[in-house]
């Protein structure tokens, strides 16, 4: 058998395995059963893909969405790797041609949908294959509890009773305690052996601010700081999506909206346009982008929290998969933690399932007022440690100061209780006030003890003091009407028992005038320099050529790691070029004349190497042709069509 660490570096373009892809690798290799935790962007799909070309017959891969299939197989292809997918996108003669093709062994990897795979007549053309292993992708969609649950993973159990000695490698990215052990229930691992890798992103940036104008703010977010990047932003309905997204096109931004309510043909073009151009915005549902894997977004934005610190880490994991610096950003109010506390209580969920989600609200409205580094929060969910403040979190880059608010926290509970614990924020701030507002004359609320009691907090402390004492349940919040109410959780705080610390809301930035001029804050490596950012853009646009010419997103030509680490390395010939990493054989050979060429242009001073190398596809001026090898037709029917299986879509309500 070839060995792993070969196949990595011939195949791949890679020197080593990171963290513990070697003993993954190694295990199934061996023939053994394993539940691989490993954060977005670690390299889990190795894990599988190495093992399955080094033993013996092919790999069944089960991944649950259409377009996470192509996109993979899509970059299996351009390694030279034998790989497909069989599943509903393609003609009835297509799949069964290449079913048999999967029988005579002349793929190295298969990718299915569980309910494909699981079909008697798949099952017993299985049964005539020799299989290398079982990859199960996505694995948290087997739990329940998960944040992504889907019913058809339940069937995977039937492999460990039907193929009981091929291996089986469960995989995901998140997963805390409770959707781990359900994982391992389900799917029969009880002997498998678990690896946890470790969750740390590094090279994401988390931060989170207070709403004041959200819309204003992301647009500013992305004009300051990732001007023409790939970003994802989310919303929590179908309407913020829609506006969002006209919003920052107004503003002259790229943007498209995503969301179940569009027509199914520009769901599919919108997706398709965000895998293949540069620097274009979706704005989507909440359940957006797990069948994508492109690598070079560099910030994912919520203008509304999700509704579990899980789920908060998958989306954000969509961000900077290539290792390169980039940006989780939330907006966040006080609106949407009775929003997020209402969506548990009036959902349709048993009681047990509705207590683990308050319990799961309530760690992610601790995350998003919390005074700790945000990284050590976002760890510890997962049952992992950071012996020390990241560095790279808004709350480690300006530390948060804390303040005792036991005092204003007890006028403010005795208001709502001679008000009758019926009245929102702004009524019980106008009350602590002293303001005689038409309603609090109306309402003789000017008579009471509590009038005119808070005067020494500005309205803007009091709403953060409301805030951070409903996102700790201190209070309650009516669904129907907003008024604020006291809980058990009130009373010993009303009187006395316990003291309350918050975090001190900081002063708002101060806003840009009109016309001033803003500071694009770069996310290019400390590494790379003027000199080199030139080059990079200009191998970014010879990769767009060429993804044009191919009809596939540019990624997979090369990510952006790659290209830094060409602009960086200058290699002069073919043999310097295989040294990059993420360049493998197959690259190396497809590829690697015409990305010479641009190199070569600038290390020369080449001014028409320099200008041919920045042409992209112009009908109005002709088109840069770079020689390269044709694709083989029988690989054509692995087009780059975006067709989710399932629609991206949080379960129904009505909030939609």
């Known amino acids: 058998m070839p060995h792993p660490l070969d196949i990595l570096k011939t195949v791949f373009g890679y020197d080593a395995f990171r963290d ?13 059963d394993a539940l691989v935790l490993m954060p977005t962007g670690g390299g889990k799909s190795l894990c599988y893909q190495i093992p399955a070309l080094v033993r013996p017959g092919t790999a069944l891969v089960v991944s649950p969405l259409i377009a996470l299939m192509k996109d993979q197989v899509g970059a299996l292809l351009e390694y030279g790797v034998r790989a497909t997918y069989i599943n509903s996108s393609l003609p009835s003669g297509v799949a069964a041609e290449l079913e048999e093709q999967m029988m005579a062994g002349e793929f190295e990897l298969v990718y299915v949908a569980p309910e494909r795979l699981m079909t008697e007549r798949f099952m017993q053309r299985l049964a005539q294959t020799q299989l290398a292993l079982f990859a199960i992708d996505e694995a948290h969609c087997v739990s329940q509890w998960g944040h992504d649950f889907r019913p058809e993973y339940l069937q995977l159990s039937a492999l460990a009773k039907r193929f009981p000695q091929i291996p089986r490698i469960a995989l995901t990215a998140t997963a805390d305690v409770p959707t781990r052990k359900d994982i391992i229930e389900r799917l029969q691992l009880e002997k498998a052996r678990v690896f946890i890798s470790g969750f740390d992103r590094p090279n994401i940036r988390y931060r989170v601010v207070l709403k004041d104008n959200p819309r204003r703010q992301l647009t500013e977010l992305i004009q300051e700081e990732h001007a023409d990047e790939a970003a994802i932003v989310y919303c929590m309905t179908r309407k913020r999506v829609e506006e969002t997204a006209a919003h920052l096109e107004a503003a002259g931004l790229k943007a498209v909206p995503y969301h179940a309510g569009l027509d199914a043909r520009v769901r599919h073009k919108h997706q398709d346009r965000f895998l293949r151009e540069e620097g274009l915005i979706v704005v989507a549902t909440l359940a957006f982008g797990m069948g994508i894997d492109k690598p070079d977004v560099r910030l994912v934005a919520h203008l509304d929290p999700p509704r579990s610190l899980e789920a908060y880490y998958q989306e954000t994991g969509r961000a900077g998969r290539d290792g390169l610096p980039a940006q989780a950003w939330m907006c966040y109010s006080a609106a949407d933690v009775a929003m997020l506390r209402g969506m548990v209580d009036s959902g349709d969920a048993p009681e047990e399932q509705k207590r683990i989600e308050r319990q799961r609200l309530g760690t992610l409205l601790d995350y998003c007022e919390t005074t700790q580094c945000r990284r050590q929060v976002l760890l510890r969910y997962f049952g992992e440690e950071l012996a020390q403040r990241c560095g790279n979190c808004d709350t480690c880059l300006k530390p948060v100061e804390t303040w ?14 001679r008000t009758g614990q019926r009245f929102g924020a702004a ?159 197959a690259k190396l050979k497809r590829y690697g004349e015409t990305f010479l060429e641009v190199i070569a242009g600038y290390a020369g001073g080449d001014a028409a190497a320099k200008k041919q190398s920045n042409r992209v596809d112009d009908p109005a001026r002709g088109s840069a042709k770079p020689s390269r090898p044709k694709r083989d037709p029988a690989d054509m029917h692995l087009e780059f069509v975006v067709e989710p299986f399932y629609d991206d879509e949080p379960p129904p309500g009505d909030f939609f």
């Open 404 to 417: 005792d608010v036991t005092v204003p926290a007890q006028k403010l509970m005795s208001c709502i209780v």
């Open 20 to 32: 513990a892809q070697a003993e993954i690798v190694d295990h199934m290799v061996g023939g053994g």
């Open 427 to 585: 009524h019980l701030v106008s009350v602590l006030l002293g303001e005689a507002t038409d309603r609090v004359v109306e309402l003789k609320h000017d008579r009471l003890s509590t009038f005119g009691i808070g005067g020494e907090l500005s309205p803007t402390q009091w709403r953060s003091v409301i805030r951070q004492l409903t996102a700790a349940g201190l209070l309650d919040v009516d669904q129907q009407y907003g008024g604020l109410r006291l809980n058990e959780a009130s009373q010993p705080v009303l009187r006395g028992e316990c003291a309350v610390m918050q975090r001190q809301d900081p002063d708002p930035p101060a806003r840009k005038r009109r016309g001033e001029k803003k500071t694009r804050t770069s996310t290019a490596p400390a590494s790379v320099g003027a000199g080199d950012e030139k080059l990079f853009q200009a191998l970014k646009s010879r990769r767009l050529i060429l993804s044009r010419e191919q009809g596939v997103p540019p990624y997979v030509i090369f990510h952006d790691s790659t290209l830094r680490d060409m602009a960086t390395r200058r290699p002069s010939d073919l043999a310097a070029m295989g040294q990059v990493s993420g360049v493998g054989a």
